[in-house]
């Protein structure tokens, strides 16, 4: 028993590290270390489970990836707000590379994406809120292909993003 | 690639450090001595559901590492591929240790899903070695050793591939709900026919037409998510009863709602899922007027966190990347909150799936389990057999109950209407509400009635046991907690004889005062009132008839009102 208690301890004095408190915050309730962000069109798939139909018909969005330093998961979805306008859609994570982890957020509304717009951050309440560096310039989402929007059924991303205007 | 041993060598540190007394097996009794136990198990035991069980424990891990691909349907590309199939198990066994036989006969099973959290020291990756990844699934084992020892096979799923996941085609909830599903599917074949990794260790061993789901925080919107899929598209699987432990409630495209019975585990000072969303799926589950209905209870408890009820999230157990996420005043100690855990869950799963019916006075909240004295916890509960006299989702009109009956109320009410008690959204009375119910609120400053009728021939509740309502103060600078206040409840008869039951509402023990730590929160929770206590006062009370109920309110206060009901 000693025996496995001392391999347990090493085992613990090894491994233990609480997540990072920066100025005496909780660490669930730090702002993200948001890095910068990009954006592209992308085919949301029809979708059922059983009867319920999510979605009847592929359907064009556009994926904001947001690059966060020293993400925290959690159990509560980070929120991405643009121009002040939360995204109330999906959001997840979509690669780590060392401490940058990159967090997605799907627009599916076009009237949400307006050029020149602030995109902002936020993990849990308001106090959590920070600004994403850049700003949104609509000419740079990265379109679909040609032949996959054709494949799909889908109108072009200008066309799309005129919708919401 | 197998993690196997390095998850052994977790599970004895875990249960080592863990300092669970409740989970020490005994050593004498056979599983059918277990049984007949159990049948004759004293009322007492209602407030002791985590006292270890008489059978042993047996554990065993499997370990399919790339197991499948999750694809939704009508695509072919995975949302998930490569998805692992890995859990810890616990059972009960003829000896105890690993890989023992199982107990004859078959046992109920139980199927735990952690949460979202670091999946390798400490980010979201999933390219670190197997040894190295974080053991989100070995946290429960407090849970598992105690139902093991009640005879049922525990398990806890290591849900690594959906964990900081996702896809546009499909969300991580889905996708957890799914993966669920697949190890169900791996129970099914163990049962009827065995298989790797353990042969026939658990050939008809396995109770499928009693299983259970418990889920942590994004699991615990996981298992909903399972027992959804699983009726929707008619998998066949007998999920019986689902309990999820401080959930999410957030998948944009479907508030998965369960139909079995339900029981929310919410802890006020959570700091992670701090706008306590997962009280929502309470008030949605088993709503008025729904199809099917079945019962549901929840336990609110001040000042637990989100991360304790899991061991390896928990700083003091030396798991890399653990945090201590709850604030506010009054937190309880991690020792505390997990025994609220096994105090209640273990005792919501034998009462479940085993028939242990005599867990229902800690479910009405009617006696407070062992060692939680000192714990503030709330219960809110709705029996699947009930008459709603108002459950205020019929309209919004504050003139006529669900049964369509009168509602009437003295005119000095300084606050008489219904309202969104929600967080966000139209038509709410203030911000500081969870839930997802539209319900009364009441204020005064003198003395004032609030009487619904019940129509003619909806006056025989002699099949009930108890008169029930949600209430809950309200959170506002108007209303301070220590203003003298009380409530009379009463029933009138067609006679009009009238027969009264008294609450003090400036305390908090009867009807709690909002939290206001952490936020600020107005939470619901049941009174439940016997009957037989209206006819203490008058025995010749007749339940053939009763005309109406009446609130009666004294001194200074402003509470909000939901679910009043005739009920078991």
């Known amino acids: 028993m000693r025996t496995t208690m001392l391999a347990c301890l090493f085992l613990a004095v090894g491994a233990s590290k609480e997540a990072p408190m920066d100025g005496g915050l909780h660490p669930y ?61 999906r959001s997840w994570v979509s690669g780590t590379e060392g401490n940058v982890t990159t967090l997605s957020f799907l627009v599916e509304k076009p009237e949400l994406l307006k050029e020149g717009a602030e995109v902002t951050l936020q993990t849990a309440d308001e106090a959590t809120r920070v600004r994403v560096p850049g700003k949104l310039q609509l000419g740079q989402i990265k379109p679909l292909q040609p032949e996959e929007e054709k494949r799909q059924g889908l109108p072009p991303l200008q066309g799309w993003l005129k919708q919401g205007r | 690639m197998s993690n196997v041993p390095r998850a052994a060598a977790w599970t004895v540190c875990l249960s080592l450090w863990a300092g669970v007394a409740w989970a020490k097996a005994p050593t004498t009794r056979s599983s059918e001595t277990a049984r007949a136990t159990k049948m004759s198990r004293s009322p007492t035991d209602a407030a002791d559901g985590c006292r270890p069980g008489p059978d042993f424990i047996g554990t065993a891990e499997y370990n399919f590492e790339d197991e499948f691909d999750l694809t939704p349907a009508g695509s072919t590309t995975p949302a998930y591929p490569g998805v692992d199939v890995r859990a810890v198990v616990r059972y009960p066994a003829k000896a105890a240790g690993a890989g023992q036989p199982v107990a004859g006969g078959r046992h109920p099973l139980v ?33 598992l050793d105690v139902l093991a020892s009640w005879g049922f096979i525990a398990v806890s799923i290591d849900g690594f591939d959906v964990t900081c996941a996702g896809s546009i085609a ?11 599903l697949r190890h169900l599917a791996k129970w099914k074949d163990w049962h009827t026919a065995g298989g790797a990794p353990w042969g026939k260790l658990f050939k008809g061993r396995v109770d499928l037409s009693h299983i259970g789901l418990s889920g942590h925080s994004r699991g615990g919107e996981g298992v909903v998510a399972a027992e959804f899929i699983n009726r929707a598209e008619g998998l066949g699987f007998q999920i019986e009863a689902v309990n999820a432990i401080a959930p999410t409630d957030q998948d944009p495209n479907v508030r998965f709602v369960p139909q079995v019975p ?16 997962g009280l929502r799926t309470y008030d949605r589950t088993s709503l008025g007027g729904a199809p099917v209905q079945s019962e549901k209870a929840m336990l609110w408890v001040y000042g ?46 034998r009462m479940q799936l085993q028939d242990a019916s005599d867990f229902g006075p800690l479910f009405r909240g009617e006696v407070v389990a062992q060692g939680l004295g000192g714990v503030r916890m709330y219960w809110a509960r709705q029996d699947a057999v009930r008459k709603e006299i108002d459950n205020f ?44 119910t539209h319900g009364l609120v009441l204020g005064w400053s003198s003395p004032q009635t609030y009487e619904s009728a019940l129509p003619a021939a909806q006056r025989n509740v002699s099949g009930y046991s108890a008169l029930a309502l949600r209430i809950g103060q309200i959170l506002e600078t108007a209303n301070p907690v220590d203003t003298p206040r009380s409530l009379r409840v009463k029933l009138k008869t067609g006679a009009g004889v009238v027969s009264s039951v008294g609450f003090d509402l400036s305390g908090v023990e009867s009807v709690p005062y909002p939290y206001e730590s952490n936020g600020g929160k107005t939470v619901l929770t049941t009174v439940r009132i016997p009957l037989a206590d209206f006819r203490k006062g008058n025995a010749a009370l007749p339940l053939l008839d009763i005309q109406s109920v009446i609130l009666e309110f004294h001194g200074t206060g402003l509470v909000a009102i939901d679910d009043i009901q005739f009920t078991k």
């Open chain 2, 262 to 277: 339900y029981f929310l585990l919410l802890a006020a000072s959570d700091g992670d899922v701090s706008n306590l969303q």
């Open chain 2, 393 to 436: 989702d019929t309209g919004d009109d504050r003139t006529t109950n669900s049964l369509g009956g009168a509602v009437t109320a003295s005119g000095g009410l300084v606050t008489f209407d219904e309202f969104e008690l929600k967080a966000s959204g139209p038509d709410l009375f203030n911000p500081s509400f969870r839930g997802f």
């Open chain 1, 29 to 89: 309730q730090q702002p993200p270390k948001a890095r910068d962000f990009s954006a592209e069109a992308v085919v949301i798939p029809s979708q059922a489970i059983g009867k319920t139909v999510i979605r009847a018909q592929p359907s064009l969005g556009v994926e904001i990836k947001v690059r966060v330093e020293d993400y925290l998961p959690r159990g509560r979805e980070p929120t991405l707000l643009i121009g002040g306008v939360p995204v109330e859609g």
């Open chain 2, 111 to 143: 199927v735990l899903l952690h949460g979202n959290h670091v999946t390798c020291p400490c980010s979201c990756s999933h390219t670190c070695a197997p040894a190295s990844r974080i053991p989100n699934h070995l946290g429960y084992n407090y849970l």
């Open chain 2, 170 to 180: 499909m969300s991580d909830y889905e996708a957890r709900g799914r993966l669920v």
């Open chain 2, 304 to 349: 637990a966190n989100h991360n304790f009820f899991n061991t390896v999230w928990t700083p003091s157990f030396g798991v890399a990347c653990a945090s201590d996420d709850g604030f506010g005043d009054g937190r309880v100690s991690e020792q505390l909150q997990r025994l609220v855990a096994c105090q209640s869950v273990v005792p919501f799963f």
